[in-house]
């Protein structure tokens, strides 16, 4: 491996949640059972296969052969072979539909699956897993989705559409798919083959092919859950929510625990937490002391009932139930997902509870900072340890001045001077006349600031000094923390393979990653 790990804890970019969250005993009131080793997989697959239907699992593979099987390569149909059988389940991921399936933690997200998948299998005969990657289609929130940066641009898809991301047509997707393609005119790699994705009739099946083929080597099954079959699975759990506040209470209970622990609840629990779906709209249904309301209208629980049986695929459940939908249709053993994922999964426990659902295990996503060989280049001039790259860029550069000019930069004894000049002037002042001495605070400020000014004099001087290292440093900084935040929830995973050759890319991810490593993985791309 070409890796080296910095603890969370040592980088400030990290949530406090997502710097506990590794080490699970502590959170153990909230969990099925802490997730430290893939030998805690057994145990669930016991419970999972005692609760889980053949069915619902013949159901499950109907449709997934349905919406990949024109297009699934050998890998994948290989998994869906492997599905049919009562002894495999499933680790799953998902993510918002984002733009050309960026940023770079999306990759790590899946091919942490992969890498914990081929560890479970590798581990014990009895069971097999694979990997799956679960699309929120439902999701509305566009503007979160619409944008991805690449190769110091951002591309931004512009559409008025509202509602389900993943029913928006593609009419107006041309223009950033254009963008997008003009990065590797005349490029003969395998980026053409996503590139050449034609752009279907709604979004979500544009992506999952997409994203399907990213993955197509390591056998990722990836699902578009918003189907009527799957959720006609899904109708008892709609039913008792509409029938019942059960859910809110129980988010609410686990939301005492998750405070007492010293934390604050992410996710909002209503008294009915599903919507209503209907062209480009995404509604709440609202309960009323007449019934229960969709965008005014007011229906009977009889008459909504009657609606859910007749139109299953227009209920949606919001943050607290989508979990419960997703392990009600899937064989799902663990949910991998990022920090902020884990600290709503963390207040869902009850609501699997009084919905009879399995709690599956639950682990945070893999970390990575990819270093290639122009990053790597200015790194080892700077011979710096690699998490201080973490810090403010100015705080940096004041450090790399302060190891290199420390003794031209020191003005410590001037101010110390300074402060002994403002007590004589102040004394002096008071010794002739008491009302001197606000004129003496006065003067000593104009001389405090005309000392500032020839300190901020003289760093300009030792700047243009090290002008090549500070920008250097500037460099460095956009590419380890761009915007202040994580490289890899800011750049598409293309930036690392600009002829649009990811595959070898991926392979390296791949190799690197350990599903049960909790600190930040440092790769190394040039060895």
């Given at each position: 491996m070409?890796?080296t790990?910095?603890?969370?804890?040592k980088?400030?970019?990290?949530?406090?949640?997502?710097?506990?969250f590794?080490?699970?005993?502590?959170?153990?009131?909230?969990?099925?059972?802490?997730?430290?080793?893939?030998?805690?997989?057994?145990?669930?697959?016991?419970?999972?296969k005692?609760?889980?239907?053949?069915?619902t699992?013949k159901?499950?593979?109907?449709?997934?052969?349905?919406?990949?099987?024109s297009y699934a390569?050998?890998?994948?149909?290989q998994?869906?072979k492997?599905?049919?059988?009562?002894?495999?389940?499933t680790?799953?991921?998902?993510?918002?539909?984002?733009?050309?399936?960026?940023p770079?933690?999306?990759?790590?997200k899946?091919?942490h699956v992969?890498?914990?998948?081929?560890?479970?299998?590798?581990?014990?005969?009895?069971?097999?897993?694979?990997?799956v990657?679960?699309?929120?289609?439902?999701?509305?929130?566009?503007?979160?989705?619409?944008?991805?940066?690449?190769f110091?641009?951002?591309?931004?898809w512009?559409?008025?559409?509202t509602?389900?991301?993943?029913?928006?047509?593609m009419?107006?997707?041309?223009?950033?798919?254009s963008?997008?393609?003009?990065?590797f005119?005349g490029?003969?790699?395998?980026?053409?083959?996503?590139?050449?994705?034609s752009?279907?009739?709604?979004?979500a099946?544009?992506?999952?092919?997409?994203?399907s083929?990213?993955?197509?080597?390591?056998?990722?099954?990836?699902?578009?859950?918003?189907?009527?079959?799957?959720k006609?699975?899904?109708i008892p759990?709609?039913?008792?929510?509409i029938?019942?506040?059960?859910?809110n209470?129980a988010v609410?209970?686990?939301?005492?625990?998750?405070?007492?622990a010293?934390?604050?609840p992410?996710?909002?629990s209503?008294?009915?937490?599903l919507f209503y779906?209907?062209?480009?709209?995404?509604l709440?249904?609202?309960?009323t002391?007449?019934?229960?309301?969709?965008d005014?209208?007011?229906?009977?629980?009889?008459?909504?009932?009657?609606?859910v049986?007749?139109?299953?695929?227009n209920?949606?459940?919001?943050?607290?139930?989508?979990?419960?939908?997703q392990e009600?249709?899937?064989?799902n053993?663990?949910y991998?997902?990022?920090g902020?994922?884990?600290?709503?999964?963390i207040?869902?426990?009850?609501?699997f509870?009084?919905?009879?659902?399995?709690f599956?295990?639950?682990?945070?996503?893999?970390?990575l900072?990819?270093?290639?060989?122009?990053?790597?280049?200015?790194?080892?001039?700077?011979?710096?340890?690699?998490?201080?790259?973490f810090?403010?860029?100015e705080?940096?550069?004041?450090?790399?001045?302060?190891?290199?000019?420390?003794?031209?930069?020191?003005?410590?004894?001037l101010?110390?001077?300074?402060?002994?000049?403002?007590a004589?002037?102040?004394d002096?002042?008071k010794?002739?006349?008491?009302t001197l001495?606000?004129?003496?605070?006065?003067?000593?400020?104009?001389i405090?600031?005309?000392?500032?000014s020839?300190e901020?004099?003289?760093?300009?001087?030792?700047?243009?000094?090290?002008?090549q290292?500070?920008?250097s440093?500037?460099?460095?900084?956009?590419?380890?923390?761009?915007?202040?935040?994580?490289?890899?929830?800011?750049f598409?995973?293309?930036?690392?393979a600009?002829?649009?050759a990811y595959?070898?890319?991926l392979?390296?991810?791949?190799?690197?990653?350990d599903?049960f490593?909790?600190?930040l993985?440092v790769?190394?791309?040039t060895?």
């Amino acid at each position: 491996m070409n890796h080296t790990t910095i603890a969370r804890d040592k980088i400030r970019q990290f949530s406090a949640f997502s710097q506990t969250f590794g080490n699970q005993q502590s959170f153990e009131q909230f969990l099925t059972a802490p997730l430290s080793s893939v030998s805690d997989l057994q145990a669930q697959a016991t419970k999972k296969k005692e609760v889980y239907s053949s069915e619902t699992r013949k159901n499950l593979l109907q449709v997934w052969n349905q919406q990949i099987g024109s297009y699934a390569s050998e890998s994948q149909k290989q998994n869906l072979k492997l599905l049919e059988s009562e002894n495999t389940f499933t680790i799953t991921t998902g993510h918002q539909l984002t733009l050309f399936a960026g940023p770079l933690y999306l990759v790590y997200k899946v091919l942490h699956v992969v890498r914990l998948a081929e560890e479970f299998n590798k581990s014990q005969n009895a069971f097999k897993t694979v990997p799956v990657f679960w699309m929120a289609s439902e999701d509305h929130d566009f503007d979160e989705v619409k944008s991805t940066h690449l190769f110091n641009q951002k591309l931004t898809w512009e559409s008025a559409q509202t509602g389900p991301v993943g029913r928006f047509n593609m009419d107006d997707f041309k223009e950033v798919k254009s963008q997008f393609s003009s990065f590797f005119e005349g490029k003969e790699t395998e980026i053409n083959e996503l590139i050449a994705i034609s752009e279907k009739g709604d979004y979500a099946s544009y992506l999952q092919e997409f994203i399907s083929k990213l993955f197509a080597d390591f056998g990722v099954l990836v699902l578009q859950p918003d189907h009527r079959e799957l959720k006609r699975e899904f109708i008892p759990v709609v039913l008792r929510e509409i029938s019942s506040d059960l859910a809110n209470h129980a988010v609410q209970n686990m939301n005492k625990l998750v405070e007492a622990a010293g934390y604050k609840p992410q996710a909002h629990s209503r008294d009915c937490n599903l919507f209503y779906l209907k062209a480009g709209e995404r509604l709440r249904i609202e309960p009323t002391v007449n019934g229960l309301a969709i965008d005014g209208k007011i229906y009977s629980k009889e008459a909504l009932t009657a609606l859910v049986e007749s139109e299953p695929e227009n209920f949606s459940p919001n943050v607290i139930l989508r979990p419960v939908y997703q392990e009600t249709i899937l064989p799902n053993l663990v949910y991998v997902g990022g920090g902020g994922e884990m600290a709503y999964w963390i207040q869902l426990k009850g609501v699997f509870e009084v919905h009879h659902t399995l709690f599956p295990l639950i682990q945070q996503r893999v970390s990575l900072q990819l270093i290639d060989g122009a990053l790597k280049k200015r790194m080892d001039k700077l011979n710096w340890p690699h998490e201080r790259y973490f810090e403010a860029r100015e705080d940096l550069k004041k450090l790399f001045l302060k190891e290199n000019e420390g003794d031209d930069l020191d003005l410590s004894a001037l101010y110390s001077e300074f402060e002994a000049l403002r007590a004589s002037m102040i004394d002096k002042a008071k010794s002739i006349e008491a009302t001197l001495e606000s004129f003496a605070e006065a003067e000593t400020v104009r001389i405090k600031k005309q000392l500032e000014s020839f300190e901020q004099r003289l760093v300009k001087q030792l700047k243009q000094r090290h002008e090549q290292v500070l920008q250097s440093i500037d460099f460095i900084s956009e590419r380890v923390i761009p915007e202040n935040s994580l490289q890899e929830r800011h750049f598409h995973w293309l930036q690392f393979a600009p002829s649009g050759a990811y595959k070898e890319l991926l392979k390296q991810i791949h190799a690197e990653i350990d599903p049960f490593e909790a600190g930040l993985i440092v790769v190394d791309l040039t060895k």
